[in-house]
């Protein structure tokens, strides 16, 4: 079945950028999402990268995806205190589904 | 952009209660919406896929008879714990899929259920 797997935690000062990473293991997978979770809230859609595409930028927001290792990124350049939030990154398989990772707790140090 | 809603934000109910929660896409037709749960400091579960005008798709292990959903319409679809137990307890989260080749899922801002 669908495996989508993130570090736990990363914790990076104010004004560095960050690197979220997740790897995830099936190979037709259509769009890579990453959302965003703040404390309490639901998830908000930050970004989606279709996959016939390599990088996609949006502002402080860069995803790189690699479809041979099956590894997807998110950059986030100028990290703020806002962004601390837990990040998921999500694949689309098939017409309905959607495999969340584990998430990634982002801690911003100011 | 497309916004959806959930209500109630919090919930607690007595263990045998049954509990409705709603979600609502407010400013798009949802055709799919789509029902999640988050265990604490665990990432999301879908447990059904909920299709205006029929039958929800229940995923693997999900009691379909105490996770009742209901789609009515195109913006709202519901989905009632009942007899609910202490272990019900968790955040329950709604998305809505905007149209059917624009592969976005908005997600409400969840709730939390409390069974005591």
């Known amino acids: 079945g669908e495996d989508v797997e993130q570090s736990l935690f990363l914790s990076v000062r104010e004004g560095d950028s960050s690197v979220i990473n997740c790897t995830y293991t099936?190979?037709?997978?259509?769009?890579l999402y990453w959302y965003k979770q703040e404390p309490g809230a639901g998830l908000q859609l930050l970004t989606y990268i279709f996959s016939n595409m390599d990088m996609k930028q949006d502002q402080r927001l860069t995803v790189l995806l690699n479809k041979k290792d099956k590894h997807l990124s998110l950059r986030i350049a100028d990290t703020q205190t806002g962004d601390s939030a837990i990040y998921f990154c999500?694949?689309?398989?098939?017409?309905?589904?959607?495999?969340f990772g584990t998430g990634t707790r982002l801690t911003v140090i100011p | 952009g497309a916004v959806v809603s959930q209500h109630p934000s919090r919930v607690i109910c007595k263990s045998g209660t049954s509990v409705k929660i709603e979600c609502r896409s407010l400013?798009?037709?949802?055709?799919?919406m789509f029902w999640y749960r988050q265990f604490p400091k665990q990432s999301l579960m879908l447990m059904a896929t909920?299709?205006?005008?029929?039958?929800?798709?229940?995923e693997q292990g999900v009691e379909k008879d105490k996770f009742l959903i209901n789609h009515a319409s195109l913006t709202l679809s519901t989905l009632t714990v009942t007899s609910a137990h202490p272990e019900d307890s968790s955040f329950y989260i709604c998305s809505a899929r905007l149209g059917q080749d624009i592969y976005e899922q908005y997600f409400g801002p969840g709730t939390r259920l409390t069974v005591t």
């Open positions: 909920s299709n205006e005008g029929s039958k929800a798709t229940y």
């Open positions: 999500a694949e689309r398989a098939g017409a309905n589904n959607l495999f």
């Open positions: 099936d190979s037709s997978s259509t769009y």
């Open positions: 400013d798009f037709q949802a055709t799919t």
